[in-house]
């Protein structure tokens, strides 16, 4: 499709109805302005996944701005029970680190707002991500499989967008130009995305990978210099690999459904400033960037869901689901989570956490997440089995028959070598 | 072959030589006469791998024994460079979780052992490892394939002598009658193998998967709750994927030689209580188990390298060399450090690190490893390319492309369930 | 359990009853014999799972030699569609060459066979496979996985049998002996194993591995050189990966159950001399071997499949899937048919199948099998999308992006070796 | 980079020089003169990579269409020794079926169009390749990964040019306008590409992907209808995984390099008809696409590499090697050949093939390639070892131990499944 720059500001005919991914801030206040301008009627979405944010005052914003009509969805329990829980399930950890707090999110995000755009017959969607990011993708992936005939406007790819808007600057006199309230407090140097999962921090500053990151930055989990200095104890029990209660083993509170299981994980894995990296990742794109990322409620999760799985699955299921694990991780990360290799991927992993059940207990306490201890019903683990004071049912002169039967290899090939003398 | 009882002590032809991985303690010093009760030459072998020991009084007790010969061999920096170094670049960990301290040991133990029975002429080799567990196997793969034809024997799978020994007082009653000296400390309800890498904990008590280890089980490690309230901030330096120097930042101390990196790490590790783990895991016979293992100066290199690898390797390679080191991990576990699929793998690894190199800086507090930022002449990161406020030799219209190519797909997908209506 | 040598060939008390899997041959019947001397209650079963045998003769056979039950079962559908079918979706090749045909049956015998010691209250199992084959695994732990408290007894395992029967000679000597009806024919000088999907030729002369096979050693497929000089072409039809129909298109015949279509594809392609293969494979125990196989309608639907699975499945979930199917064969080939992670891929893969529907036209011609083209309404296959004559709805430039985006990292890589110089 | 439409043919300035790759087509000689018009200096460049054409005439063609100079390269041999043999020695094949005759051929081209491009100073570089296919990005990305600063001119993705060339009858005016002879022979209804290693099929009438290839389209094989009715025999002798000879046994005629080797395996593949699919496969921007391929001494060779390596290989590492190969050959079909993760795959491929070497005897009849026997001074095979008849330095009970430690792990997950009543 093509944009045309119009010599005045009303158009008779309107292009079309776009849906608008709106964030309240500055960038997507000036895109709804300015596709207005380039002649679309906006619908401003703006998708509550549990970030920090006045969300009747973004929905006046938007009104004032001229949007058509605006949508704020809480999309907090959908968010935790279909987005992050298959993200439990299958320790989803993208390059061995980074636990897709806003990966998981963005197909979340675009999801309802798909639906809008049918509902509302919108042609359109835009989106204020960059053009050097993974977000892009994410939500565009998402879009286009959901949406296969949508028209995507991604203005920080268009040239007549970014070359006008080359900085904040820039951004700053167009809002002030077309009545679009500028943020008083100074802004961070960095930009920052935050949801009920985690936040992550990029860009600016942050951009030197060698330069530390400042100790104010974080604004979900404590500096662990400053946490508790008495470690909280927490039971978290699974069901099908997620978790259905956590338990306050001192205080004797719980909590038992998603939303409010993932949000008392984040205000203890917080409180003990559990969760925090700075990592380098390898963008979709090919690039390598910086990234820092507090996952307070999701670190616990991991570890929690990490012990009972082990404890609960056979053991060459879990080599096996290892590796779709990974596999998920690296689709979701890479914006492909409706795809249909990840609703396979997500079928097999939901699959074997049919025996995922049990209890894990463990402390938090300055940063770490300690497993205490775990139990299960369902678990392969047997107490007598392993025992090293009990024989059982086991025979160990079988285990010398086993490793004999194991070295035929190994002896073969150290025949082959002498032959070839090439035993280096 | 056949053990047959002798009716008398002394035996005037001897079943031949055996070298004994002997330890020192209770088990193995039994071991030691009832070899020699069943008529084999015994030459103990003691290998200082790093583990807190009296390596002379052990030598004078297995000589009062009746060990023929006795070897006390120093083979810390051999483990350190050419055991854990592999282990580092593989970024080597076991189900998830287990840093793999025990595994990586037993094949540099018994690579000595055969050497020495080579050299000694002994046909046959011992330890005193149980029939359940994974050690027995470890021990015995690597003799097989590095002396194919040696005969192992292993106590705890001969029914003449595990069924003599049922249990400790059994030891105890027999190391009274020959003479063997007594521990006089009260023993440990639980067992326990220490190396330079970590002390693993398991049995007794802990056997119940439930039950939490007790707060003084840690050696290697102070508890988080006593350590430390201000981090040490430390600067690792990697070639070729293994560490050439560390650096105490404030202290502008350093360590260069790769026990003494190890060794540091180990001393800063511990004194903040890095690397505490409780797991339950899969051993190869396929039993589940539960082990504590304290690995601090592991899990700061882990952290490390992991770091230092992300930022210098092309993420292709490293998705790759991903899979082989999870590989890596379960041969090692397994028993299979010299096998020809682990030579393989390793130098496949080796190969992948060849630009890994650079400096990582890391906190390391309350039992946690912080990466701070890092640098490297080699790093595939640039920053120019990234940054998010310079367009540089990047055109955001390609990502249009890009994105609805990768779309092309998802949307043929879209098309068909359109068809055939099985869209769940 | 103890084996004991009775001084008398009638015992007052039996040592409990076995269930034999019975071949009707020389091997099993002396096996039958001498169960019954060392004491037990021998049940005969013989499981027809397609191979040329005179079950009735077999079954009198049994009789005569002291069988307490003869059960003769066939099994021939129940092998097709619950082993045989789970395969071809999987298109299971094992060392990218052996279609396990012998692999496959194996637990469909053993199925049977602890279903009748259950219902029969047997303790015990037996069967005639060697001590350094592939087949004692295969079903020993389909019995131990269904009945783990069965014990086994494997003849040719136990001293006082294989040091007994050293050769065929004596084998014959104790069935003259016995009155055990011995093989008037001359045996041929290799061993053989067949059932509907397969015959496998090995030891004996095919043990040298460079001598060829030959000519008149192929029971099951025509020797290409006299099969016919004109192809029959065939359709296949596919319903979630599995055949539901095959016609004969020049004849206008067709087969429509599971055991028929086999049974038919085994016909067309035995006539024309499909699926021949001479082989060294892996044994589970690490020895190489060699085999021949003949797999005549085994490798008709292998290609059949493969085409239609190419054509309908979604290009990423193949690639997932084809690493599954690697695996199944792995863990069919070495005897875990009956395992969790077996189940699991199995499942797995099924699920992949849902839209594997189609038809296939191919030819049978010389030992070949030529996929002609193909058709179904669950393609993911866009005629006009593909089209180099027609546009469709696709923008080239889009190609553009796409490239230059996944050069990203590539140029990066390059620019690197400019600066480290060490491009080779 | 912009094309500026100009209003006179020649221009006072030229935009600089660009190097096509030329077959002497139609459609590249009507590029290099809309090239050409376009104000570029044009230098034709047309690989030999075995193809049948007049260079000759291709030369003087490209020279009287006003290509600055014109460079014909035979790049035969080192299309075989640095792009099949790595193939071979991966037995690469892309979905299970295709050999990658022109995957591997791309970057073979593109490595000398790049040399030539830097040798001659120009910035410019490119091909004839269409908007939908695979071989664009092979091109293009090891132009890009070679000499990053290059700029690619793909006419079959500008606008300008694919919209005023929309068929042939486009491109025919074109040229008779422009002086471009045109083909006399009328044009099949399909295209193809031809190479040393094989002929590709499509589009045209292979768009639909039910009709059956016609008879006579293939041009490299016999039909087996016709082919001989005798086989020829030959003997491969392989060196480090490659061929170092070829001998025809019953002719007792070999060949020893190379070039010559893949040129007889061709001769004697292609006159017996061996080599010829009929697929679909997935491209790399994710469509599905209908290609016929004849890849005669490929195929060959594919069968000899497979079992002289499963020979010689241990078990294990080929496992691991086996998932290297279809990464591999991912990677080769997606254009990667130039990356950083294809030199690493392509490295540790080469590390396995190390003792892969022997001789293989296979006999070559109407389209199949029969394996006959094989011998080694490499191998792993003990035909001792794997006698049925001889005990050998191998003890059947250990078996017996072997799979009692393998049913561990089943018996205790059945224990569950009772427990559990989740049996299904």
Redesign the interface.
Known sequence: FRLKRKGHKTCIMSKGTVVLAYSGGLDTSCILVWLKEQGYNVIAYLANIGQDEDFEAARKKAESLGAKKVFIEDLRSQFVEDFIWPAVQA?AVY???YPLGTAVARPCIAHRQVEIARREGAQFVSHGA???GND??RF??TC???Y?EVKII?P??I?EF?NRFR?RTDLMEYAQKHGIPVPVTPRAPW?MDANLMHISYE??IL???????PADLYLMTKN??DSP?E?DVLEIEFKNGVPVRVTNVKESTSKDTPLDIFSYLNEIGGKHGVG????????F??????GIYETPGGTVLLKAH??IE??TM???????????G??FS?LVYN??W????CD??R??IA??Q??VEGKV?LSV????V??????S???????E?????VQGD???????????????????????QG??G?KK
Chains 1, 2, 3, 4 share one sequence.
């Open positions: 320790n390059e061995d680190r960059t053009g050097k892009q993708i565009e992936l286009y499989a959901l296969p991604a920080w790819r040239p970014y900085g930009s860009s600016g951009e030197n990978p060698k330069s530390h990151a662990p210099e200095n470690p925090r990296i700075d990592i380098v990742e390898n963008r794109i090919g690039m390598k960037s910086r990490l012990d082990t404890f056979d053991k060459e299921v879990r080599r096996i689901k290892q590796g779709l990974i596999r690296e914006g492909f409706d795809s249909p290799e396979f991927v079928h097999c699959k074997s049919e025996n207990q306490f300055k940063g770490q300690y497993i205490l201890g775990r139990e019903s369902k678990s392969l683990y047997n107490e089995l392993v025992s090293m004071d086991y025979d160990p002169c079988d285990a010398s028959g086993f490793i004999r039967i194991n070295a035929v290899r190994l002896r073969e090939h150290h025949r082959l032959f070839s090439t």
